[in-house]
Nanobody
Framework: EVQLQASGGGTVQPGGSLRLSCVVS????????IGWFRQAPGKEREGVSC????????YYADSVKGRFTISKNNAKNTIYLQMDSLKPEDTAVYFC?????????????????????????WGQGTQVTVSS
């Protein structure tokens, strides 16, 4: 079974940076995507970014474009989310999630990458707090 281990959260001041990691285990497939989602208290879970493990294509929410960068290290089966210029509104629990990419999901990935119901496996959350 696929397992995801997220880490790297913490508390930073506005303008600071953090790098989240998501280690993927339990699969030898390449046909999947990893999404990062976040959920703040009282708010719905929000898609932040996504990367296609096979071809490296990336997707970002408008609220984080230009500040967050998603990347992968295939040798380590790890997906990273580099978060720069952090704002108080970025405070949330961050989750990584696994999406199998059959041909239909691959074609629809630009549309469904930020739909949390589409994902098959979830890691535990890691808290990110941006506060002065």
């Amino acid at each position: 079974e696929v397992q995801l281990q997220a880490s790297g959260g913490g508390t930073v001041q506005p303008g600071g940076s953090l790098r989240l990691s998501c280690v993927v285990s339990g699969t030898s497939l390449d046909d999947y995507a990893i999404g990062w989602f976040r959920q703040a208290p009282g708010k719905e879970r929000e898609g932040v970014s996504c990367i296609n493990k096979s071809d490296g294509s990336t997707y970002y929410a408008d609220s984080v474009k230009g500040r967050f960068t998603i990347s992968k290290n295939n040798a380590k089966n790890t997906i990273y989310l580099q978060m720069d210029s952090l704002k108080p509104e970025d405070t949330a629990v961050y989750f990584c999630a696994f999406l199998f990419l059959d041909s239909a999901a691959l074609a629809d990935l630009p549309r469904l990458w930020n739909v949390h119901d589409e994902y098959h496996y979830w890691g535990q959350g890691t808290q990110v707090t941006v506060s002065s």
